[in-house]
């Protein structure tokens, strides 16, 4: 069964930055479609960035030029890197992996098949 582990949140001032990691265990497939999505409290999940098997990466308007998605397929991880953040970017953020081969831009929940279990952000101002 894949698994994915999220790392890398925690407190931030405004401005600052952080590098989000997502570790996916569980079988030696190293092409997946992935992403990051994020909930802030009292909102619906909304996805963040995506990258495909083909390497292309799609980002929501909200993070474009701030936020870069890459991935490590040696070390089956996906990484999010958060620049400029302010206090509209607090929530926690979840990875998310769909099974085999795919290609979508900023797809929605349910094209996803495995998730992590989260790793929340908090931008103070």
């Known amino acids: 069964q894949v698994q994915l582990v999220e790392s890398g949140g925690g407190p931030v001032q405004a401005g600052g930055s952080l590098r989000l990691s997502c570790a996916k265990s569980?079988?030696?497939?190293?092409?997946?479609?992935m992403a990051w999505f994020r909930q802030a409290p009292g909102k619906e999940r909304e996805g963040v960035a995506n990258?495909?098997?083909?390497?292309?990466?799609f980002y929501a308007e909200s993070v474009k030029g701030r936020f870069t998605i890459s991935k490590d397929n040696a070390k089956n991880t996906l990484y999010l890197q958060m620049n400029s953040l302010n206090a509209e970017d607090t929530a926690m953020y979840y990875c998310?992996?769909?099974?085999?081969?795919?290609?979508?831009?900023?797809?929605?929940?349910?094209?996803?098949?495995?998730w992590g279990q989260g790793t929340q952000v908090t931008v103070s101002s």
């Open positions: 998310a992996a769909r099974r085999g081969v795919g290609w979508c831009k900023l797809c929605p929940e349910s094209w996803y098949n495995y």
């Open positions: 569980g079988d030696t497939a190293t092409h997946y479609p």
């Open positions: 990258i495909n098997t083909d390497g292309t990466t």
